[in-house]
Every structure is written in structure tokens, then in C-alpha cells.
Nanobody, 124 residues
Framework: QELLAESGGGLVQPGSSLRLNCASSGITLEYYAVGWFRQAPGKEREGVSCISATVGDTYYADSVKGRFTIFRDSAQNTVYLQMNSLKPEDTAVYYC?????????????????WGKGTLVTVSS
């Protein structure tokens, strides 16, 4: 059974914004650390951002700091990734994943539950 489901990806021009959604019907995301990860063609998967369980501390990879914001809506049981000032190098499949704690970004180790991903393409 798929515990996490991403949505919100698409094709956008450089400088545009997108909001990705990570929803769960099987676990309460507020009680988990939830991270966003991405894998570009020909590259390894990397951690982009993470929000810790309960307290909601947020962490960002240097490559997205100041442009991306992660936040959680507990009533909707959803974690969002607001992406602004998108660049072509942000093009990737974006995954959300949940675990007891956030990894050290841009690493992606220790995550227990993964979604299937949503494609983000930034191109003019």
C-alpha cells in the first residue's frame, strides 16, 4: 500500500514557482520527519529539504536555501514544498519520504517510507 503520494509537479519556465504536495492516508505526518528529495537524469538522488516531527524544525540543502520552503498542514495531513525562482538545474523527479528523523542534507539515508515521485521540469 502506498503511504505517501506526491503531486504538483509540472513544466514551468525559469523563474517560476511550483508547490509540491506530499499527502498520506496511512500515517500521521506530524509525527514523522518528512523530507523532499530529488533525482535528476543521470545523477544520484539528493535531499532537498526536511521538516522534523512535531516541533517542525526545517532544513535545506545549500542549493535551494532561500528559494524553497517546506511546511506542514496537520489538518490536511500534508507536507508542502514551495519552490520559487526555479532554475533549469532544479529539473528532477521529486520524492517525499518519512522517517523518525531528518537526514543530514543533501543526504537521503534513513528514510523509511517513500512516495513514487512527481516530475518537475524547468525549461524555457
Amino acid at each position: 500500500q502506498e503511504l505517501l503520494a506526491e503531486s504538483g509537479g509540472g513544466l514551468v519556465q525559469p523563474g517560476s514557482s511550483l508547490r509540491l504536495n506530499c499527502a498520506s492516508s496511512g500515517i500521521t505526518l506530524e509525527y514523522y520527519a518528512v523530507g523532499w528529495f530529488r533525482q535528476a537524469p543521470g545523477k544520484e538522488r539528493e535531499g532537498v529539504s526536511c521538516i522534523s516531527a512535531t516541533v517542525g524544525d526545517t532544513y535545506y540543502a545549500d542549493s535551494v536555501k532561500g528559494r524553497f520552503t517546506i511546511f506542514r498542514d496537520s489538518a490536511q495531513n500534508t507536507v508542502y514544498l514551495q519552490m520559487n525562482s526555479l532554475k533549469p538545474e532544479d529539473t528532477a523527479v521529486y520524492y517525499c519520504a518519512a522517517a523518525w528523523g531528518c537526514p543530514t542534507l543533501p543526504g537521503d539515508t534513513g528514510m523509511d517510507h517513500w512516495g513514487k515521485g512527481t516530475l518537475v521540469t524547468v525549461s524555457s
